[in-house]
């Protein structure tokens, strides 16, 4: 008899509304495995902010049972209005595992944390074995948009309490990253090892996305590449102003091709129009013909601002799986390291538009360094970020646990 898994993704994205996705692959990867799989999931796309056509949804055909849930719409990411939307899921899903046969194993993505409070919570309660997966540090990146010193500390001191015990609660520990699992380690004393899975990206999704397409690009252009949000945590403007002190070196072919929209798109293309460098902003574009164009590109730029707690992130894994050499900013230790133990880009200061310069500078002079960079990131993404091979160590993990 197959072992009964329970699988729940509060920021689940079925295949229309996003082509990879973490939950989803692992979904499959469990129903592989030979498990009879359920995922409780919200009613609530956190992407758009909008509510879900469950009518649709029940046409979605897939190998596990897919149960969507009520949850209250909420506008902004940091408001009061989104954490009364995540007490009520929790709620919601509280009820649900109450009417439901007791599952063998129980996988709850970390935040939302009243949702993974009140499911460890349940699970302690009535012996259910359950591993949470970490996918962000809450309230550390609540505390980085919000930093007041003393101020903040008291304000999220419920939310460090409340993480806190979700991470002691868990059976086993997961995370998108070494650094998340040292983190609910930290507070657990049953999982003596945890582990990390990158969020990665599906190797053949993107050979299929990407497969007859092209992109035009003139041989006497130097592409820059960014992929994902347009907000507060990525600094796009000290690239603008790296590409800008080039252009004053007589550096005058740089594109900076910027792929993604978010609330500061607005106030990027002004300032890019100010500062009188190439940009090109192209909005939300499909998977496919975003990678095609990021494979294009000759560097792609990782500029998270420097007290930004993110650590193995989503864009990371699809610059891998492009090939191309990454400019870091992030001051991720464990991303840090794996650019220089790879030697498949140049990590520089936060901040330092004169080091991002320089770095953008040497690689722009160096074809062979480029070459070599990007070989080196794709050996990168086939060791580390290829889901078809990391995801299935959570199967090792669960065989351990059940």
């Not at 944390?113 to 009535?126: C, M």
């Not at 003393?150 to 999220?156: A, Q």
């Not at 864009?315 to 650019?339: C, F, H, W």
């Not at 880009?345 to 480029?370: F, P, T």
């Amino acid at each position: 008899m197959k072992k009964d898994i329970l699988l729940i993704a509060n920021y689940w994205h079925f295949e229309f509304e996003k082509k990879s996705s973490r939950y989803r692959t692992m979904a499959d990867v469990l129903c592989d495995g030979g498990y009879e799989v359920e995922v409780v999931s919200s009613s609530f796309r956190h992407q758009n902010k909008t509510q879900r056509d469950l009518e649709f949804i029940k046409t979605i055909e897939s190998p596990y049972k897919m149960t969507l849930l009520k949850e209250p719409d909420y506008k902004k990411n940091i408001s009061l209005q989104r954490i009364y939307s995540h007490h009520c899921f929790a709620k919601e899903v509280v009820k649900y595992l109450e009417g439901r046969k007791k599952p063998d194993l129980i996988i709850c993505s970390v935040p939302s944390l009243p949702v993974g409070s009140a499911v460890t919570k349940f699970a302690n309660a009535n012996g259910i074995k359950i591993i949470i997966d970490i996918q962000d540090l809450w309230p550390e990146a609540f505390k980085m948009a919000l930093n007041i010193p003393v101020v903040s500390d008291i304000l999220f001191s419920p939310m460090m309490l409340q993480a806190n015990k979700i991470y002691s609660r868990a059976d086993r520990v997961m995370a998108v990253s070494q650094t998340y699992v040292d983190r609910g380690l930290s507070q657990n004393t049953k999982d003596d090892k945890g582990l990390a899975v990158f969020i990665g990206t599906d190797s053949r999704l993107v050979a299929e996305a990407t497969e007859g397409k092209s992109v035009e690009k003139p041989d006497n252009e130097f592409w820059v590449g960014y992929i994902g949000a347009l907000g507060h945590s990525y600094d796009i403007k000290l690239i603008i102003d790296a590409i800008k002190l080039l252009n004053n070196k007589g550096i005058s072919n740089i594109l900076f091709k910027i792929m993604g929209e978010g609330v500061l798109l607005d106030e990027f293309k002004e300032y890019a129009k100010a500062q009188q460098v190439n940009c090109e902003f192209t909005g939300f574009i499909e998977y496919g013909d975003m990678m095609t164009a990021l494979g294009a590109c000759d560097v792609a730029v990782n500029p998270i601002v420097g007290k930004s707690v993110a650590s193995i992130i989503n864009k990371v894994s699809d610059y891998a799986m492009a090939g191309v050499p990454v400019i870091n900013t992030q001051n991720s230790p464990e991303y840090r390291k794996l650019i220089d133990d790879y030697n498949c880009g140049i990590n520089c200061e936060s901040g330092n538009a004169q080091s991002v310069a320089d770095a953008i500078e040497r690689i722009y002079n160096d074809v062979e360094l480029k070459k070599q960079m990007g070989e080196n990131s794709s050996r990168l993404a086939n060791e580390r970020f290829d889901r078809n091979i990391t995801y299935k160590n959570i199967i090792s993990l669960i065989e351990d646990v059940i």
